[in-house]
Structures are given as structure tokens and as C-alpha cells.
């Protein structure tokens, strides 16, 4: 319908207060903010950082933690654009036309007569969908369970970087410790070479023990050059865990030292499924493929929207005026098959995420069965290295008191030093594996 009349300010008002409330009606998104880096942590020369501090220092300047938040913040605006159609679309549109036509004005004689004349129009619209059978709502939901899949990324993201963290933060104190064992041994076969050549000097002893005690020393500094590098390198590895590759000289705290993780298997599973993000992505994800399928039947469903507008037209001035207001029924009745072939997409693809979500519950179980079973061998194998250790440091005792004494043989202080300098990796490999080992679980449970 329409007439043509002065517009008035009332009905604009009506119109911005129509538009007003369709807005605040509208669903909001799922995660206004995120839990998130607070900012990076500036690291001091000479500071000593506990792991927890390290963590923190990796979630505020890894940029991994940078991609994963925009990609989901990206996920959040797209809540918004489907709560668009929730909003009337208001437009001013303005057209201008000329045209131009040639009239014959005489049959017989001949000759014409072109006419050239301009149209303007221009004036606003609104138009308002008022109901879709769920379409506009799918949409939204949709958004928001793929929204919510996306803050799970985030989420795993950081999990993921607590656990290189703690790999790499154990790593160092591991290689700081064969550092210090590797000392001892050069420190060892130092004074082994010295009574060497002391007994070689007096007579009581042959050259060739001083020869093999030069060996012994040459592969104990060797070994010890070997660590040093090997600890340059896992603090780099810990640098770049924390995304801080040229960070200056810092110490950290050493907390190798065995302690019991008493957990058992079952709590270790149930923590797994409540808190691992990556099954919570894929439980969201399985919910927006549901929304999608039900947007998709939606298809074989009408819409109604209705729309309003208010023009000024005509060649010339004052320009003509009115308004007009309306309502319009789409029904669908034929378009290729395309809305059934939608729906069966959509369902293939719910059952696909639905699969998804068995498959790893499945790998979650055997992860924290595989991580518990590991833990369990890393504490059995502390406890043996720790005996090993002591007996050896026992057998090297005697044997260098042996061989200071002049009844035992340079050969068995040789084997004696071998025997625990092995006996030494073994016990800090048994701490570093049982760190680590106490770290997958907590990983594979979703803990931080």
C-alpha cells in the first residue's frame, strides 16, 4: 500500500525504537572476553624463575597464544554476523535515470522529435525479517558452538605450551646436573692420575697405569664439554618454549628432586574427559553441526519479512512524496534439489563429528592409560637408580682406597669410575623421566 504524505518525526522515531528493541533482543555471544595473556613478563638478568613463572612468561609472549586468540576472536565476530538478520537492514537508496525517446511525427512527410528528460529518487528502507522457521537462529547457534570450539583451540593452544615449557624447564635441570656429575669425574680422574704418577715416580706402579689414567681424564673432560654443550642447548630450548629466544642469563629453581604423584588411573581418566579442550572443541563442534542441520531443513520452510520505506521521486521540482509499507511470504517449492542435498550434507557431517568425538575419547583413554603406566615405571626406576647410584659410589670408594693402599689395580679404579659415572646418568635420566612422566599425565588429563 502507500500514499503520498509528509513524513513525520514520530514515525522515524518509531522506526529507531523498533530497530532498538530487535537489538537488545538479540542472543548475545557465547565469550564476550577470553582467558587470556596479560602482557609479556620482562625477564632481569640474574632472576630466578620458578616453573610456574615460566609458564607465565610463555602464555604472555608465545605467538602461538597471539594466532590461536585471533583466530578465535575472529570465531566471536562471526556470532555477530549471523545475529545481523535478527536487526531490521535499513538503506537510502538514490537513483537517477535519464531518458530518452524519438517520436515520429509525421508518417508521410517524415521527420522525428526526440524527448530527453531525468527521473531522481531517493528516500530510506527498512526492511525486518519476521520469521524464518529457525533459520536466523541456526545460524546464530551454529556460530556460537563453533565460537565456543574455537576458545577450545585457545585453550588446547595452551595447554600444549605449559607442557613444552615444563619438557623444556625439567630438560635444563637435567642438563645441569650431568654438568655437575660430569665435573665430579674429571675432578675424579684427576686424582687418580696424580696417584698414578705418584706410584709411577716411586717405582710401585707401571707406566701404563698412567697412560690409561690420562685416557680415563681425557674422556671425563671430553664427557664434561659434552654437557656443557648440552645444557647451552636446553636453555635455548627453554628460551623458545617461553618465546623469549634472546633472553638474557636467568636461574631457575631445581625441582627434580623425587617426590611420590599419588593419582590413580581412574581419576586420572574422568579428570581427561571433563577437562581436555580438545574434546570440548569437538563436543561444540558436534552441537553446530547440529544447528547447521536444522538451518538446512529450515530450507523447506517459508519466511515472512516485512519492510517499510519513504521516497522522493519525479523530473523536476518540488519532487513528489510517500511511503509504503509491506509484508512478504517466501515459499519454497522447487529449487533442484538443492535444500535435500543440504540436509544430507549436513547430516553426513553431523555423524562425522559424533565419530570425531568417540574416536578421541577413545585416544584420551589410551593416552592417560599410557602416561600412567609410564609414571608408575618412572618412580619404580628412581627408587632402583637411587641403590644403584649409592652401591657404585660405594664400589669407587673402595676401589680408589684399594689402589691407594697399592692393592688394587689401576683397572679397577677404572671400572670403578665407569661403573658410577653410568650409575650417575641413570639416576638423573630416572628424575628428569619421572618429571616429565608426571607432566604427559597432567597433560593428557587437561591439567595445567
Same mark, same amino acid.
Request: a neutral charge; glycine letters at 6%; one cysteine or more.
Given at each position: 500500500?502507500?500514499?503520498?504524505?509528509?513524513?513525520?518525526?514520530?514515525?522515524?522515531?518509531?522506526?529507531?525504537?523498533?530497530?532498538?528493541?530487535?537489538?537488545?533482543?538479540?542472543?548475545?555471544?557465547?565469550?564476550?572476553?577470553?582467558?587470556?595473556p596479560q602482557g609479556p613478563m620482562a625477564i632481569k638478568k640474574g632472576s630466578v624463575l620458578t616453573l610456574q613463572q615460566c609458564q607465565s612468561i610463555a602464555l604472555s609472549t608465545n605467538p602461538q597464544?597471539?594466532?590461536?586468540?585471533?583466530?578465535?576472536?575472529?570465531?566471536?565476530?562471526?556470532?555477530?554476523?549471523?545475529?545481523?538478520?535478527?536487526?531490521?537492514?535499513?538503506?537510502?537508496?538514490?537513483?537517477?535515470?535519464?531518458?530518452?525517446?524519438?517520436?515520429?511525427?509525421?508518417?508521410?512527410?517524415?521527420?522525428?522529435?526526440?524527448?530527453?528528460?531525468?527521473?531522481?529518487?531517493?528516500?530510506?528502507?527498512?526492511?525486518?525479517?519476521?520469521?524464518?522457521?529457525?533459520?536466523?537462529?541456526?545460524?546464530?547457534?551454529?556460530?556460537?558452538?563453533?565460537?565456543?570450539?574455537?576458545?577450545?583451540?585457545?585453550?588446547?593452544?595452551?595447554?600444549?605450551?605449559?607442557?613444552?615449557?615444563?619438557?623444556?624447564?625439567?630438560?635444563?635441570?637435567?642438563?645441569?646436573?650431568?654438568?655437575?656429575?660430569?665435573?665430579?669425574?674429571?675432578?675424579?680422574?684427576?686424582?687418580?692420575?696424580?696417584?698414578?704418577?705418584?706410584?709411577?715416580?716411586?717405582?710401585?706402579?707401571?707406566?701404563?697405569?698412567?697412560?690409561? =689414567?690420562?685416557?680415563?681424564?681425557?674422556?671425563?673432560?671430553?664427557?664434561?664439554?659434552?654437557?656443557?654443550?648440552?645444557?647451552?642447548?636446553?636453555?635455548?630450548?627453554?628460551?623458545?618454549?617461553?618465546?623469549?629466544?634472546?633472553?638474557?642469563?636467568?636461574?631457575?629453581?631445581?625441582?627434580? =628432586?623425587?617426590?611420590?604423584?599419588?593419582?590413580?588411573?581412574?581419576?586420572?581418566?574422568?579428570?581427561?574427559?571433563?577437562?581436555?579442550?580438545?574434546?570440548?572443541?569437538?563436543?561444540?563442534?558436534?552441537?553446530?553441526?547440529?544447528?547447521?542441520?536444522?538451518?538446512?531443513?529450515?530450507?523447506?520452510?517459508?519466511?515472512?519479512?516485512?519492510?517499510?520505506?519513504?521516497?522522493?521521486?519525479?523530473?523536476?521540482?518540488?519532487?513528489?512524496?510517500?511511503?509504503?509499507?509491506?509484508?512478504?511470504?517466501?515459499?519454497?517449492?522447487?529449487?533442484?534439489?538443492?535444500?535435500?542435498?543440504?540436509?544430507?550434507?549436513?547430516?553426513?557431517?553431523?555423524? =562425522?563429528?559424533?565419530?570425531?568425538?568417540?574416536?578421541?575419547?577413545?585416544?584420551?583413554?589410551?593416552?592417560?592409560?599410557?602416561?600412567?603406566?609410564?609414571?608408575?615405571?618412572?618412580?619404580?626406576?628412581?627408587?632402583?637408580?637411587?641403590?644403584?647410584?649409592?652401591? =657404585?659410589?660405594?664400589?669407587?670408594?673402595?676401589?680408589?682406597?684399594?689402589?691407594?693402599?697399592?692393592?688394587?689395580?689401576?683397572?679397577?679404579?677404572?671400572?670403578?669410575?665407569?661403573?658410577?659415572?653410568?650409575?650417575?646418568?641413570s639416576y638423573i635420566n630416572a628424575l628428569y623421566s619421572h618429571k616429565l612422566a608426571e607432566a604427559n599425565l597432567e597433560n593428557a588429563m587437561g591439567a595445567k
Amino acid at each position: 500500500m502507500g500514499c503520498k504524505e509528509t513524513i513525520s518525526l514520530g514515525k522515524i522515531t518509531c522506526l529507531l525504537f523498533l530497530a532498538c528493541l530487535v537489538a537488545a533482543a538479540a542472543p548475545q555471544p557465547l565469550h564476550a572476553q577470553t582467558r587470556g595473556p596479560q602482557g609479556p613478563m620482562a625477564i632481569k638478568k640474574g632472576s630466578v624463575l620458578t616453573l610456574q613463572q615460566c609458564q607465565s612468561i610463555a602464555l604472555s609472549t608465545n605467538p602461538q597464544v597471539s594466532a590461536a586468540q585471533n583466530t578465535f576472536f575472529a570465531a566471536q565476530s562471526r556470532i555477530g554476523e549471523a545475529q545481523s538478520n535478527y536487526y531490521p537492514q535499513a538503506q537510502w537508496q538514490t537513483d537517477i535515470n535519464h531518458f530518452s525517446s524519438t517520436t515520429v511525427q509525421n508518417q508521410l512527410v517524415g521527420g522525428t522529435r526526440t524527448n530527453n528528460f531525468a527521473n531522481f529518487e531517493t528516500g530510506p528502507s527498512i526492511t525486518q525479517n519476521i520469521y524464518d522457521f529457525g533459520r536466523t537462529s541456526s545460524q546464530v547457534n551454529a556460530a556460537r558452538f563453533n565460537s565456543e570450539a574455537s576458545h577450545q583451540g585457545l585453550e588446547n593452544v595452551y595447554l600444549q605450551i605449559v607442557l613444552n615449557v615444563k619438557t623444556s624447564y625439567y630438560g635444563v635441570l637435567q642438563a645441569q646436573r650431568n654438568v655437575s656429575a660430569a665435573r665430579f669425574m674429571v675432578t675424579q680422574a684427576k686424582q687418580h692420575l696424580n696417584q698414578a704418577q705418584g706410584f709411577f715416580e716411586t717405582g710401585t706402579a707401571p707406566k701404563i697405569d698412567v697412560t690409561n =689414567a690420562e685416557v680415563t681424564l681425557s674422556n671425563a673432560q671430553l664427557s664434561l664439554i659434552q654437557a656443557q654443550n648440552a645444557l647451552q642447548i636446553a636453555w635455548q630450548n627453554l628460551n623458545n618454549a617461553m618465546g623469549i629466544p634472546d633472553a638474557p642469563e636467568y636461574i631457575i629453581e631445581d625441582n627434580l =628432586a623425587y617426590k611420590p604423584y599419588p593419582i590413580t588411573f581412574d581419576y586420572a581418566l574422568q579428570a581427561a574427559y571433563k577437562n581436555r579442550p580438545d574434546l570440548k572443541s569437538l563436543l561444540a563442534t558436534e552441537k553446530a553441526s547440529e544447528q547447521s542441520l536444522r538451518l538446512a531443513k529450515a530450507g523447506f520452510d517459508p519466511a515472512l519479512s516485512g519492510s517499510a520505506g519513504y521516497t522522493w521521486s519525479g523530473d523536476s521540482l518540488p519532487l513528489d512524496h510517500g511511503w509504503n509499507v509491506g509484508a512478504s511470504v517466501i515459499m519454497p517449492i522447487f529449487s533442484g534439489f538443492l535444500t535435500k542435498k543440504q540436509v544430507d550434507e549436513a547430516t553426513a557431517n553431523l555423524n =562425522a563429528s559424533s565419530a570425531n568425538v568417540e574416536t578421541l575419547k577413545q585416544q584420551i583413554y589410551f593416552q592417560n592409560k599410557q602416561a600412567f603406566l609410564n609414571l608408575k615405571q618412572a618412580e619404580s626406576s628412581v627408587a632402583t637408580a637411587a641403590v644403584g647410584l649409592r652401591q =657404585a659410589k660405594e664400589n669407587l670408594d673402595l676401589a680408589n682406597g684399594r689402589y691407594a693402599a697399592g692393592v688394587g689395580s689401576n683397572l679397577e679404579v677404572t671400572d670403578a669410575l665407569t661403573t658410577f659415572s653410568n650409575a650417575q646418568t641413570s639416576y638423573i635420566n630416572a628424575l628428569y623421566s619421572h618429571k616429565l612422566a608426571e607432566a604427559n599425565l597432567e597433560n593428557a588429563m587437561g591439567a595445567k
